[in-house]
């Protein structure tokens, strides 16, 4: 399997940019999560969705995030207007259900780097 | 407020000793845990799962699980200087799939 596909893996933008972030999840897999990465906060779920279904966007810091899964094959998480603080590394991780009570291993995907100017 | 603690580190550690990481969780429902390693700049990949308490051997690795004490930690036996790394703990909550990960702990092996 080619595991998660994430794109751009770099991206550098001005601040009030739209960016669009892509990720593919590994084939089969019911659950989709984007995570955010910075030295200072660590490792934060943002979102995660469920058969394409949104569970639980919790952890998105405002309305300027917002994350979609038209289909089980594709997600963006997009951000508008950009700010210099969503400068991170964003990960899509995926996962796939096995009907036992017992939470799945989550795959990354090698990440995006967001730099915003 | 779901907390998964790790001390950041750096451990360090000689060639061939065995490097011991540790964690603590806060939420008592919590029922799966994972260990991810994660060299810098790449993203977090798994090491090991563990579910029961008690030890789970994989190789050199051995994670240990204490659900009484809300503690999980993991062994590296004979470490190597590839296994310097940051590792990150995974504790899932109620809703079983989502993860909380503690910050990392960053260890270094020397030759």
């Known amino acids: 399997d080619a595991g998660v596909i994430q794109s751009p893996r770099h991206e550098v933008t001005e601040m009030g940019q739209e960016v669009t972030l892509r990720c593919k999840p590994i084939?089969?897999?019911?659950?989709l999560f984007w995570y955010r990465q910075t030295m200072m906060r660590g490792l934060e779920l943002l979102i995660y969705f469920n058969n394409n279904v949104p569970i639980d966007d919790s952890g998105m810091p405002e309305d300027r995030f917002s994350a979609k899964m038209p289909n089980a094959s594709f997600s963006t998480l997009k951000i508008q207007p950009s700010e210099p603080r969503d400068s991170a590394v964003y990960f899509c991780a995926s996962s796939r259900n096995t009907g036992g009570s017992a939470a799945t291993t989550q795959y990354f995907g090698p990440g995006t780097r967001l730099l915003v100017l | 407020q779901k907390e998964v603690e790790q001390n950041s580190g750096p451990l360090s550690v000689p060639e061939g000793a065995i490097a011991s990481l540790n964690c603590t969780y806060s939420?008592?429902?919590?029922?799966?845990f994972f260990w991810y390693r994660q060299y810098s700049g790449k993203s977090p990949e798994l090491i090991m799962s563990i579910y029961s308490n008690g030890d789970k051997e994989d190789g050199r690795f051995t994670a240990q699980l204490n659900k009484a004490s809300q503690y999980v930690s993991l062994l590296i036996r004979d470490s190597q200087p590839s296994d310097s790394a940051t590792y990150l703990c995974a504790v899932n909550g109620d809703n079983f799939n989502k993860f909380y990960f503690g910050s990392g702990t960053k260890l270094n092996v020397k030759p």
């Open positions: 084939s089969g897999h019911d659950y």
């Open positions: 939420d008592r429902v919590s029922q799966s």
